[in-house]
């Protein structure tokens, strides 16, 4: 039991890690000034957002904190 214990301590760390450098990888969602007077939404980039490297870091957010809490309360429930 204590292998498996310290499989999933490694996994959450791992994970941890994870998700800290992903949503350090993501742009801030603030566009300033310049958002307001072109608008954002009408841009191929503001169409096409979840194709591209920003919606895939958002995803991969997503799933990372889903696992985290998954693995957090798997953790604290089985020992």
């Known amino acids: 039991m204590d292998i498996l214990r310290t499989i999933i301590m490694v ?10 450098v992903v ?3 993501q742009e801030s969602k603030s ?3 310049s958002g307001a007077i072109n608008g954002v939404a009408d841009t191929y ?5 979840g194709r591209s490297m920003e919606g895939k870091l958002v995803q ?5 904190a889903a696992l985290f809490f998954v693995i957090a309360l798997v953790l604290n429930m089985a020992w």
Request: charged residues 10%.
């Open 11 to 20: 996994l959450f760390v791992l994970i941890c890690i994870a998700l800290v």
């Open 23 to 25: 949503i350090m990888m």
């Open 31 to 33: 566009s300033g000034l």
């Open 45 to 49: 980039w503001g169409k096409n957002k």
């Open 60 to 64: 991969a957010t997503k799933v990372l």
